[in-house]
């Protein structure tokens, strides 16, 4: 097998023992990336230069003895967190040029882990989408299959994963972005417990929505992730200063005995048939397993998509408020004064997404509207989350599908804004609530494209959530799965 299809684990292994080298294992991803990214776009930035340097260093520290979890790893970052140095666009015309000056706190504990940074990955203009068409940068594509999607916002970093152009990745996620891609790519995504992973230097969308979190080749590699870049960092005003476990110890855990909450409102009409008989063959599996199976409910996630489209646009529209052409991004040179400047800036410099839903924030926080629209959301929202709390009583982890279709086509829903959002109506709830959420792959449809399982844990609880993938990894054997589909079936094979 080559080096860019490997696990982290697995060149871990080959590293340590001195069958490859960290040079040897970057040449390999770029040799990858340079005969497939045209065909996927997967990557907005490419550091190669840099790249070689820190594979340089990693085999040095390999040869002193020095091997951290990630040295000599080669890493791909969604293009929202501010790297120093290298260009951080969030997909967006308005930030193009933007280079920071500091590491987010995640990229810098996964240099001090020894990573090795390819590039920054492509998505959806400042994470405002569900499919990566939305980036000024132009449409990411799946590898499974090119004229399909493959989700978003974080679709670079899902692809990149998929079709080997990294052994990992990370991305953020406000309503499903991780899990959902991650879903439709046939890759491992991890959103964590809002407050787990620092999002200092995490350019902000919805701020008591985001959280950043791993796309990975299977569930092992998630919890060698999760151990580097989980913890408290005191720069960070939600970062939850609590114990952080060590994720590996939970891949052997097995699933006997483990409750698994079955909600009823997520097996509803508007699901792919298709979709629906794999997670449910999925099920079947955990309880084949030893899992024991309990019906629950969570009654107010029919509320969920609207209360989401009220408090994300809301926080967006505040947090974008600072792109205004004045310090830095874009500024349009057409501005007669300085409001004229404003107008013209943000409106060449913004997508019609990211316009429509400042658009939408802005009204539903003005006066006279805020009690009718954001007051009462956040109330639901409370709701929302005193509903998983009563589920968790019954349960350990709920399982569920990640995405209520498969890989649509591009351009499919770019005029129907509705049924864009519908895309995530499986994954926004955790967000509302602030748990963690993991998709792992759990088979195809019929036309060969991935089908992922969510399951969804209590607050802190990703330990539960890697014990249950792993274990459903182990027992429907998905890597030999997802092996044989990619010789067969994916586009780029």
Not at 202 to 225: N, R
Request: proline residues 4%; negative net charge.
């Amino acid at each position: 097998m080559e080096l860019h299809a490997l696990t982290i684990h697995e060149l871990q292994d080959k590293l340590r023992s001195g069958e490859t080298t960290a040079a040897d294992v970057l040449a390999s991803v770029y040799d990858r990336i340079a005969a497939v990214d045209d065909k996927v776009h997967a990557y907005i930035t490419l550091t190669k230069e840099a790249a070689e340097l820190q594979a340089a260093a990693a085999d040095a520290a390999i040869r002193r003895g020095e091997m951290g979890e990630l040295t000599g790893v080669p890493i791909a970052l969604k293009d929202i967190f501010c790297t120093r140095g290298v260009p951080t666009t969030c997909g967006s015309r308005i930030l193009a040029d933007f280079i920071p000056p500091y590491d987010a706190t995640v990229v810098g504990k996964l240099r001090a882990a020894g990573a090795v940074f390819a590039g920054k990955a492509n998505m959806d203009e400042f994470a405002m989408g569900s499919s990566t068409e939305t980036s000024y940068f132009g449409v990411t594509r799946n590898p499974w299959d090119l004229d399909r999607i493959p989700g978003g916002s974080s679709g670079g970093s899902a692809a990149a994963v998929a079709a080997d152009e990294c052994i990992a990745s990370l991305g953020s996620d406000t309503g499903g972005s991780i899990r959902q891609p991650a879903a439709l790519c046939g890759v491992v995504g991890m959103k964590p417990t809002y407050g787990r992973v620092s999002r200092f230097g995490l350019v902000a969308f919805a701020s008591s929505l985001d959280q950043i979190g791993p796309f990975t080749k299977d569930v092992e590699d998630c919890a060698i992730l999760m151990n580097v870049i989980a913890g408290y960092d005191p720069r960070e005003s939600t970062s939850v200063d609590i114990e952080v476990p060590d994720y590996r110890s939970f891949l052997d855990r097995g699933v006997a005995g483990l409750r698994v909450g079955i909600p009823k409102e997520y097996f509803i009409a508007g699901i792919d048939p298709e979709i629906r008989t794999a997670v449910e063959t999925a099920i079947g599996v955990l309880e084949k397993g030893g899992a024991r199976l309990v019906e629950i409910s969570l009654p107010h996630t029919e509320y969920c998509l609207a209360v989401y489209y009220i408090v994300a646009p809301a926080e967006a529209s505040s947090n974008l408020a600072r792109y205004d052409g004045v310090k830095y991004g874009f500024r349009s040179p057409e501005g007669r004064d300085l409001l004229d400047m404003y107008k013209h800036s943000r409106s060449a410099g913004f997508g019609d997404e990211v316009k429509r839903r400042i658009i939408i924030g802005t009204y539903v926080l003005s006066s006279g509207y805020y009690d009718a629209y954001y007051k009462k959301a956040s109330q639901v929202r409370a709701l929302i989350r005193r509903d998983f709390d009563q589920a968790f009583a019954q349960c350990d982890v709920i399982a569920t599908p990640t995405s209520p279709t498969a890989a649509f086509r591009i351009g499919e829903r770019t005029d129907d804004p509705m049924q864009m959002y519908l895309s995530d109506i499986l994954t926004i709830s955790a967000n509302l609530a602030g748990i963690p959420g993991i998709s792992v792959p759990c088979g195809f449809t019929g036309d060969g494209l991935p089908v992922g399982l969510q399951f969804l844990a209590g607050h802190f609880q990703e330990g539960l959530l890697i014990q249950a993938g792993a274990a459903y990894e182990t027992l429907a054997a998905t890597r030999s799965l997802i092996a044989r589909y990619k010789r067969e079936k994916m586009s780029l094979s």
